[in-house]
């Protein structure tokens, strides 16, 4: 059970280098993984029922400790990443299933590995835990609408659709993880030392089957799309740090917001376009997906040595 562990943590720790070489595994063999299209929802559950069971009422503490500081952070995360998209799909005109997903993937929730970078950055992480728990029991309703708002003019999008898939695949497995945490108390420990690998395990096939799924699209956009990625999510870091340090935070917590802001669950991205829309508007979830997590290791590597 060690050995099981410790393989977790290791995969844990490199998760965006296998994203990375499995991504591109199955965009040079997409016919051995796109058996895997029909598994992404079932795959998001599982993250999601992964996260419920680390769930604590202890990490909202936070928001009653400092209720203004993880409003702003969700705020800003709802407001900057949206708008930096939409800005993005309206620099570069992109075309409509690419616009739909960039926009998409910035009306996610906080990515769950932003809590992680937050730790290796020395960063808040009491305040990292809340805003991304709170900026996902608040997805049923901000994603679909703020997608509804922001990307109706490239295809029509339903946000009854994006409110009960949200429901299913991400609120009900959480609440389902929750549920399972408090009845068996310790007995989910082993479950939660070994949730590093089966989280990273599921992203990475949820990402194959989309890189699979267009792997001829991804040929003709992919560098336009990547560029486009690249930049929402520098933007993204970019904004967060500054809007913390314009209401005056502390670096601890500036740190905290700019991951926060930075970083998408690009998984449930991913499923909604999958779901709703098709596997190219699923194609910069994917992206983002591998890049985030390169880019927010080497942010906090950075942010690790910034000293007050």
């Given at each position: 059970m060690r050995a099981l562990a410790a393989l977790s943590r290791f995969v844990g720790n490199t998760f965006a280098w296998w994203v990375l070489l499995f991504a591109i595994l199955a965009?040079?063999?997409?016919?051995?993984?796109?058996?895997?299209?029909?598994?992404?929802?079932?795959?998001l559950g599982l993250v999601m029922f992964g996260m419920g069971l680390t769930l604590k009422l202890d990490d909202f503490a936070a928001v009653f400790r400092q209720p203004w500081r993880v409003g702003l952070g969700c705020v800003a995360h709802f407001v900057i990443m949206p708008g930096v998209a939409w800005g993005l799909c309206q620099l570069f005109q992109l075309p409509a299933e690419i616009a739909v997903g960039v926009i998409l993937v910035g009306c996610c929730p906080s990515g769950t590995s932003s809590n992680v970078m937050t730790w290796l950055a020395k960063g808040d992480l009491a305040l990292s835990v809340a805003i991304a728990a709170v900026t996902t029991l608040i997805a049923p309703l901000a994603t679909p609408a703020l997608i509804w708002l922001l990307a109706s003019a490239w295809m029509p999008v339903s946000f009854w659709e994006m409110f009960f898939s949200i429901l299913q695949f991400v609120m009900l497995p959480?609440?389902?993880?929750?549920?399972?945490q408090r009845v068996l108390g310790n007995k989910v420990q082993l479950a939660v030392e070994v949730l590093p690998l089966v989280s990273v395990v599921s992203i990475v096939m949820i990402v194959c089957a989309v890189v699979a799924a267009s792997q001829a699209k991804i040929a003709e956009t992919g560098l336009l799309i990547m560029a486009v990625v690249i930049l929402h999510n520098s933007f993204g870091y970019l904004l967060g740090y500054g809007t913390a340090r314009l209401f005056g935070l502390p670096l601890a917590q500036r740190k905290s917001l700019a991951l926060e802001v930075g970083m998408q669950n690009s998984g449930l991205g991913a499923a909604l376009a999958a779901a709703h829309i098709s596997p190219l508007a699923a194609v910069p979830s994917a992206l983002f997906s591998v890049w985030h997590n390169i880019s927010g290791a080497l942010l906090s590597t950075w942010f690790r040595r910034l000293k007050d």
């Open positions: 965009f040079f063999a997409p016919s051995v993984f796109i058996v895997l299209k029909g598994a992404i929802v079932p795959l959480i609440v389902l993880g929750v549920l399972a």
